[in-house]
T-cell receptor
Framework: DTEVTQTPKHLVMGMTNKKSLKCEQH?????MYWYKQKAKKPPELMFV???????INESVPSRFSPECPNSSLLNLHLHALQPEDSALYLC?????????FGPGTRLTVT | EDQVTQSPEALRLQEGESSSLNCSYTVSGLRGLFWYRQDPGKGPEFLFT???AGEEKEKERLKATLTKKESFLHITAPKPEDSATYLC????????FGTGTRLTIIP
């Protein structure tokens, strides 16, 4: 099974809201990732967790806050977002280098 | 800095018309070259991993090959359901994606 699940599928939020995106995998992968993807662009790395510790933060604004409660779960907490943050947010996991992606959360900031 | 370049940006083929997509890479310490398929509004779907020059992988109508500087995704006798964006990514210090090739197969 190479499944990564993400919830919700769609999210609309105002600029003053606080919301969270969730990601789950049960493949025993020890690395988990958050990517942001704009239309007709490739995925852009935001954060990497390795063995539940944040190992890479690609200079992402503090209005995005990642959390890894355990080896199977990854959250992305959102607060005071801007309209330009509207995008497809992808979660991925890997054992070594081969990354498997979830279906994504389509986020719209109004 | 690691770079991955894909060409063409877009490709329209008639059903059954075979072709190849190109992925050129400049990556320090390449740990693997990956191909993904992405449908609109969905996450990338893993297709292949290639580790060393000369390696080939096949799946249905798709075959991926690797040289020291390029990878090719060959599509043989494509069907309309093969229409998608095909992403190439190279693993160096991190995973670097190309901008993708949007493939459209016309019935």
């Amino acid at each position: 099974d190479t499944e990564v699940t993400q919830t919700p599928k769609h999210l609309v939020m105002g600029m003053t809201n606080k919301k969270s995106l969730k990601c789950e995998q049960h493949m025993g992968h020890r690395a988990m990732y958050w990517y942001k993807q704009k239309a007709k662009k490739p995925p852009e790395l935001m954060f990497v967790y390795s063995y539940e510790k944040l190992s890479i933060n690609e200079s992402v604004p503090s209005r995005f806050s990642p959390e890894c409660p355990n080896s199977s779960l990854l959250n992305l907490h959102l607060h005071a977002l801007q309209p330009e943050d509207s995008a497809l947010y992808l979660c991925a996991s890997s054992l070594v280098d081969e990354q498997y992606f979830g279906p994504g959360t389509r986020l719209t900031v109004t | 800095e690691d770079q991955v370049t894909q060409s063409p940006e877009a490709l329209r083929l008639q059903e059954g018309e075979s072709s190849s997509l190109n992925c050129s890479y400049t990556v320090s310490g390449l740990r693997g070259l990956f191909w993904y398929r992405q449908d609109p509004g969905k996450g990338p779907e893993f297709l292949f991993t290639l580790y060393s020059a000369g390696e080939e992988k096949e799946k249905e109508r798709l075959k991926a090959t690797l040289t020291k500087k390029e990878s090719f995704l060959h599509i043989t006798a494509p069907k309309p359901e093969d229409s998608a964006t095909y992403l190439c990514a190279a693993a160096g210090e991190k995973l670097t994606f190309g901008t993708g090739t949007r493939l459209t197969i016309i019935p």
